[in-house]
C-alpha cells in the first residue's frame, strides 16, 4: 500500500501533474469487523488519499495516476476504512470493563419516537441518574474489596492476614513467621502505626482512588481523539419537519461539552463515593459518648459536605443534557474544574480524619456502610420504573400522533409518500427501560462477582465476607439461567419448524434441479437461524421480566432479616432449605465463573488479534452512539467517521459538481446514511445510496425508532438522489428498507439468490457456499443493481463542471 501527497482538497499531487478529478465517485465504506482497502478494491496497490492511520480513504494506485476509469465513464472507487477506530491497540481489549456503561448509554437513544421535547429531556435525565448509580456502584464495589475485604477484615484478623505476607505491615501484631516480621519491620509497624484501623482504611483508599483516576483519564483521552472531530459547519437550521431525524441535526456527532461535564460529575461522585466509604465508619466511632470532641465535630462536618456534594453531582447531571440543532464548541472549565478540585479536597479530608490516631479502635465483622448497597439497588430500580412509565406513555402519544396525521392524510387526499409504512414488531417503546435494566443487572453481576471471588481468595471462611445484598444478587442467577434455559429450548423448537418450512420453500425454488435432502436443510437452516434476529423482543422481555422479579426478590431478602439466603431458609422444611443451599452455592459459582471467564477473555484479547478483534466487532455495535448518558462509555467512532464522510462527500460534489454513490454493507450503511443526513440539502440532492447486508430498519429502526424509525428514513429516501438496498434471506443482520415506493423506483430489490446456485452447473461445476452476511458483491446481481444505480444517477444530475479539485 502506497500513500500519496495531500493537499487541502484531499486529493493526490504527484511530480507529473495531478490527475483531473473524475465526475463520478462511488465512496465504499465497510461493515463490521473492518477489511482492508486492497480487499474493498479488489486490487493490491492502493494509495490512500486523505485521512491519518487511525481512518483514510484508499484508491487503486492506477486510479490514482492518469488515465483512470473516469476516461471510460466510470465513476472512480475509493474506500473509507475506518476498523481501528474501534478494533486497533491491544489496550482496547480493557474496554470490556466497560461493557454496563456502553449498555446504559444504548438506553438513552432506544427512546420512542414523536414524543414532546419535554419528555424527552426527562427520559434523558432519568437514564443520565441511572448511569451515575453505575459509576457510584463500581467505585463502590472496588471500595468493598479493598477497604472491607482487604483492609478492614483479613488485615485486622490474625488468621487471614497469616496467610498473605503483604498484608503483615496492616497486622495489629505481625504475626508470622521470621519473613514476615521483617517484611513489617521493613515497613516500620513496629511501632504500630499502620495496623490501627483508619490508617488501614486510608492506604487502601488509593485502590479505588487509582481506578477513578483511570477512568477519568480514558475518558479524557478518548474525548480528545474523538469528541474534538467537529462535523460540517451547514449555517442557520431550517425549522425541522415532524419526520426529519434527530440524526439530521448539525450538533449531533459533536458532544465534547456535554462528555466534559459529565466526566467531571462522575469523577467527582467517584471521589466521594470513597471518601464516604472512608468516613462512615470512623464517624460512627466517633460519635460514640466520651470520644475526642474535636474528631466528633470533623466527623459532623463530613456528614454535611459529603451530601452536599453529592447533591451538587446530582444537581449538574441534570440540569444539561445534548445539544444538537447547533455545535456547541463551549466548554464550561471553571464548573469542571471547581468540581474535581472540591470532591479531591473532601477525599483528602476524608483521609486525613479516617487516619487520624485512634488506639482504642478495632477492627470487627464487616465495615459499617452495607446499607449503601441496598439503598443502590432500590434507586435504580425505582429509576429503571419510572423510566419504563415514561417510555410507554411516549410510545402512546407517539402512535396517537402518527394514527392522527395518517387520518388527516386520508382526509385531505395527501400524497402516499408522506406515511412511512409500518415498522417490525419492536419493544412498544420499552426497549430503552429494559436495556438500562440489564445495564444495572450487569453492574451488579460485576460488582458481586469481584467481591465474592476477592472474600474466597482472601478468606474463605475466616472473614465475613463481602455484603449479603451481593449474596442475594448472586444466589439469583440459578433461577434466571433456568428461565434463559426453557426460552432457548422454545426458541430452538421454533426455529427447527420454520426450518422444515423453508424446505418445501427452498424446492419451489429450484424446480426441475436434482435435489439435495442435505443442501435442502442446509440453507433452510440458514434461513431459519436468520431469522431468530427477529425474536429479539421476546428474549429482552422475558430477561428483563425475570430480572426484574428475581432483583425485587433479591432487594427484599436482603432488607428483612439481614441474612444470606442459606441463614434466612433456616427453620424451614428440608426442600426448601436444600433448594437455598444450593441456589446460594451454585450462583456464588456462577459469578466467580462468569467474572474469570470475563478476565480471562479480556486478557486473551489483549494479547490475541484475532480476538481482539472480535470485541472490536462488539464495540462497532455498542459504541455508534454518542456518550450522551455515561462519559466513562467506550467512546463514539461515529463522531470520528461521521464527519469524515460528510466532509469528503461536500468538498468532492462541491469541487466537481459530478455524481457520488455512497455504497455501505452492514454497519458501514448505517455511517453512510447519517452521513448523508449531514450533508447540506444541495449536497444531499447529489447523493446515491447503495446499501447491502444493511441492519438501519432491521436492528436500527426496530430498537431505535427516534432516530431510524419509517419516517425518519423515509424523509432521507426523499433527500437523496437515488437508493437502492440488497440483501439476503440468509442474513441474520441486513434486511429490507420496507419504504413505500413514492412513485419513485424501489429502494428494496428482490432477495439475491443465497447460495448462487443449488447444485452443480456449468457456471459453477463445484458446490457454491451460502454466504449469509458476507460477499455481496459476488453476486452477479449486485452488479447490476450498482449499474442501474449509477447510470439513473448519470442520467437525472446536470453535467459536471469542468473543473478539478483545488
Known amino acids: 500500500m502506497e500513500r500519496a501527497r495531500e493537499h487541502p482538497g484531499g486529493q493526490d499531487q504527484r511530480a507529473g501533474g495531478r490527475a483531473p478529478e473524475p465526475a463520478g465517485l462511488e465512496l465504499l465504506v465497510h461493515g463490521v469487523g473492518g477489511t482492508t482497502p486492497e480487499e474493498m478494491l479488489d486490487d493490491a496497490r492502493t494509495v490512500r488519499v486523505a485521512g491519518d492511520d487511525t481512518a483514510a480513504s484508499f484508491r487503486r494506485a492506477e486510479d490514482v495516476a492518469r488515465g483512470g476509469p473516469e476516461h471510460r465513464g466510470e465513476p472512480v472507487r475509493e474506500a473509507y476504512v ?17 461493557l454496563p456503561f456502553m449498555v446504559v448509554n444504548l438506553a438513552h437513544w432506544m427512546r420512542p419516537a414523536g414524543a414532546r421535547p419535554r419528555a424527552v429531556r426527562f427520559y434523558g435525565l432519568l437514564v443520565r441518574l441511572a448511569a451515575l448509580t453505575l459509576t457510584v456502584l463500581l467505585v463502590a464495589a472496588a471500595c468493598e474489596v479493598a477497604l472491607d475485604l482487604v483492609a478492614w477484615q483479613c488485615a485486622g484478623a490474625r488468621a487471614c492476614a497469616r496467610r498473605h505476607f503483604w498484608l503483615a505491615f496492616l497486622t495489629p501484631d505481625a504475626a508470622g513467621g521470621p519473613g514476615v516480621r521483617r517484611w513489617a519491620a521493613l ?4 511501632g504500630g502505626w499502620w495496623p490501627q484501623p483508619g490508617r488501614r482504611l486510608a492506604l487502601a483508599a488509593l485502590g479505588p482512588g487509582g481506578l477513578v483516576l483511570l477512568l477519568w483519564y480514558l475518558s479524557h483521552r478518548t474525548w480528545s481523539a474523538y469528541e474534538s472531530h467537529r462535523p460540517l459547519l451547514r449555517g442557520p437550521v431550517q425549522a425541522a419537519d415532524p419526520d426529519d431525524s434527530a440524526l439530521a441535526r448539525p450538533g449531533f456527532w459533536y458532544g465534547r461539552r456535554l462528555v466534559a461535564r459529565l466526566r467531571a460529575a462522575h469523577t467527582a461522585a467517584g471521589l466521594l463515593t470513597i471518601a464516604a466509604a472512608l468516613a462512615t465508619p470512623a464517624v460512627r466511632f466517633d460519635h460514640r459518648p466520651g470520644g475526642p470532641a474535636a474528631l466528633d465535630a470533623l466527623g459532623w462536618l463530613l456528614t454535611v459536605l459529603l451530601p452536599a456534594g453529592a447533591g451538587a453531582v446530582v444537581a449538574v447531571v441534570c440540569r444539561r443534557g445534548r445539544a444538537e440543532h447547533r455545535v ?5 472549565r471553571h464548573l469542571v474544574r471547581l468540581m474535581l478540585l472540591a470532591a479531591l479536597v473532601l477525599l483528602l479530608l476524608a483521609a486525613l480524619y479516617t487516619g487520624w490516631s485512634r488506639p482504642t479502635w478495632h477492627a470487627t465483622g464487616r465495615l459499617p456502610g452495607d446499607p449503601a448497597f441496598d439503598g443502590l439497588m432500590l434507586v435504580q430500580g425505582a429509576l429503571v420504573v419510572v423510566l419504563g412509565v415514561v417510555a410507554w406513555r411516549m410510545e402512546r402519544r407517539g402512535a396517537g400522533e402518527r394514527r392522527g396525521r395518517e387520518e388527516r392524510a386520508d382526509g385531505h387526499n395527501l400524497p402516499e409518500p408522506r406515511r412511512a409504512a409500518t415498522p417490525r414488531p419492536g419493544p412498544h417503546g420499552l426497549g430503552g427501560p429494559a436495556t438500562a435494566l440489564l445495564a444495572c443487572a450487569l453492574g451488579g453481576v460485576m460488582s458481586g462477582g469481584v467481591a465474592q471471588r476477592a472474600a474466597d481468595w482472601l478468606g474463605g471462611g475466616v472473614i465475613a465476607g463481602p455484603p449479603v445484598s451481593l449474596t442475594w444478587q448472586a444466589s439469583m442467577i440459578p433461577p434466571l439461567l433456568a ?16 426450518a422444515r418450512a423453508e424446505r418445501a420453500r427452498v424446492r419451489r425454488e429450484h424446480p426441475g434441479e436434482p435435489e439435495d435432502p442435505a443442501r435442502t436443510r442446509a440453507i433452510a437452516h440458514a434461513r431459519a437461524m436468520a431469522a431468530l434476529t427477529d425474536r429479539a423482543p421476546l428474549v429482552l422481555t422475558v430477561l428483563c421480566a425475570t430480572t426484574l422479579v428475581l432483583g425485587g426478590g433479591a432487594l427484599a431478602g436482603a432488607l428483612a432479616g439481614g441474612r444470606t439466603r442459606d441463614g434466612a431458609a433456616r427453620g424451614t422444611v428440608t426442600a426448601v432449605r436444600i433448594a437455598a443451599g444450593v ?3 451454585l450462583g456464588s459459582w456462577l459469578v466467580g465463573l462468569g467474572f474469570l471467564l470475563f478476565v480471562t477473555w479480556g486478557r486473551r484479547a489483549y494479547k490475541d488479534r484475532g480476538a481482539r478483534r472480535t470485541v472490536g466487532i462488539l464495540w462497532d455495535v455498542g459504541t455508534f452512539w454518542p456518550r450522551a448518558a455515561h462519559p466513562f462509555a467506550p467512546p463514539c467512532y461515529a463522531e470520528r467517521a461521521v464527519p469524515d464522510l460528510t466532509w469528503r462527500m461536500a468538498t468532492w460534489t462541491g469541487a466537481t459538481g459530478g455524481r457520488l454513490v455512497l455504497s455501505g454493507h452492514s454497519q458501514g450503511s448505517v455511517l453512510a446514511a447519517v452521513a448523508a443526513w449531514q450533508l447540506p440539502p444541495a449536497a444531499r440532492s447529489r ?6 447486508g444493511s441492519p438501519l430498519e432491521r436492528l436500527y429502526g426496530r430498537w431505535f425508532p427516534a432516530h431510524f424509525g419509517p419516517a425518519a428514513l423515509a424523509g432521507l429516501h426523499r433527500d437523496i438522489a437515488r437508493w437502492s438496498n440488497v440483501y439476503r434471506r440468509t442474513d441474520p443482520i441486513g434486511g429490507p428498507v420496507r419504504l413505500p415506493t413514492d412513485g419513485r423506483p424501489p429502494v428494496d430489490q428482490p432477495p439475491l439468490r443465497d447460495p448462487l446456485a443449488y447444485g452443480r452447473t456449468p457456471e459453477h461445476p463445484l458446490p457454491t457456499p451460502i454466504l449469509g452476511h458476507s460477499d455481496y458483491q459476488a453476486d452477479p446481481v449486485f452488479a447490476e443493481v450498482r449499474a442501474r444505480l449509477l447510470a439513473r444517477l448519470r442520467a437525472e444530475l446536470p453535467t459536471p463542471r469542468g473543473k478539478s479539485a483545488t
Open 687 to 692: 447523493v446515491a445510496l447503495l446499501t447491502y
Open 483 to 498: 428461565v434463559l434455559l426453557m426460552l432457548a429450548l422454545r426458541l430452538t423448537a421454533g426455529t427447527a419448524r420454520l
Open 82 to 98: 475506518w476498523c481501528n477506530l474501534t478494533s486497533g491497540d491491544a489496550g482496547r481489549a480493557l474496554w470490556l470493563l466497560l
Open 187 to 190: 515497613l516500620g509497624t513496629s
Open 328 to 332: 456547541d464548541q463551549e466548554l464550561d
Open 583 to 585: 441456589s446460594q452455592g
